[in-house]
T-cell receptor, first 110, second 113 residues
Framework: DAKTTQPTSMDCAEGRAANLPCNHS???????VYWYRQIHSQGPQYIIH???NNETNEMASLIITEDRKSSTLILPHATLRDTAVYYC???????????FGTGTRLQVFP | NAGVTQTPKFQVLKTGQSMTLQCAQD?????MSWYRQDPGMGLRLIHY???????DQGEVPNGYNVSRSTTEDFPLRLLSAAPSQTSVYFC????????????FGPGTRLTVT
């Protein structure tokens, strides 16, 4: 599986957009980018995934660069409840084995 | 739907004791898995199952056994607990259809003394 690199931590003001970057320079053609988050000590929660096109759902947007070597998760209007660790995972579509790194700890402040 | 449920929420064991962590899901998901999470680290895959009667090892399987006799249940057995198994354990499930997103349970916090 491709390896990902994420910043250890980020801050964001409440109401502003939170942009979380992820580098995956060794991603292969059939691998997808998945994002999960873990709030406090709860179980991780799926956010969004994509292959090469930008994706949007009710939680977030995912922007993948044209060369697919990096991506950005965007939370358009961050709230205090978005404070969590965000994991960027690159994996084959249809595989059930997720390889978690250490993620980015996002702190949303008032 | 209750989703993915895990019991117990907390457990303290002495070294050498055995126990079973329970995991159940009511979404008729084919795939189920167990992860452990140590402090300050991401989750690591212990064992997984792609359907009833089928299990396989993940990254860190030593010291753990699993079985999958029904679609709904996927218990994790600690054979002889060791302090190194002190961790938070998460169970997850996913469907083989759609986006393959995994649904995680609330976790079991295990301490081995």
């Amino acid at each position: 599986d491709a390896k990902t690199t994420q910043p250890t931590s980020m801050d964001c003001a409440e109401g502003r957009a939170a942009n979380l970057p992820c580098n995956h320079s060794t991603i292969s053609g059939n691998e997808y980018v998945y994002w999960y988050r873990q709030i406090h000590s709860q179980g991780p929660q799926y956010i969004i995934h994509g292959l090469k096109n930008n994706e949007t759902n009710e939680m977030a947007s995912l922007i993948i660069t044209e060369d697919r070597k990096s991506s950005t998760l965007i939370l358009p209007h961050a709230t205090l409840r978005d404070t969590a660790v965000y994991y960027c995972i690159v994996t084959w579509y249809g595989t059930d084995k997720l390889i978690f790194g250490t993620g980015t700890r996002l702190q949303v402040f008032p | 739907n209750a989703g993915v449920t895990q019991t117990p929420k907390f457990q303290v064991l002495k070294t050498g004791q055995s126990m079973t962590l329970q995991c159940a899901q009511d979404m008729n998901h084919e795939y189920m898995s167990w992860y452990r999470q140590d402090p300050g680290m991401g989750l690591r895959l212990i064992h997984y199952s792609v359907g009833a009667g089928i299990t396989d090892q993940g990254e860190v399987p030593n010291g753990y056994n699993v079985s999958r006799s029904t679609t709904e249940d996927f218990p994790l057995r600690l054979l002889s607990a060791a302090p190194s198994q002190t961790s938070v354990y998460f169970c997850a499930s996913s469907s083989r259809l759609g986006s393959y997103e995994q649904y995680f349970g609330p976790g079991t916090r295990l301490t081995v003394t």
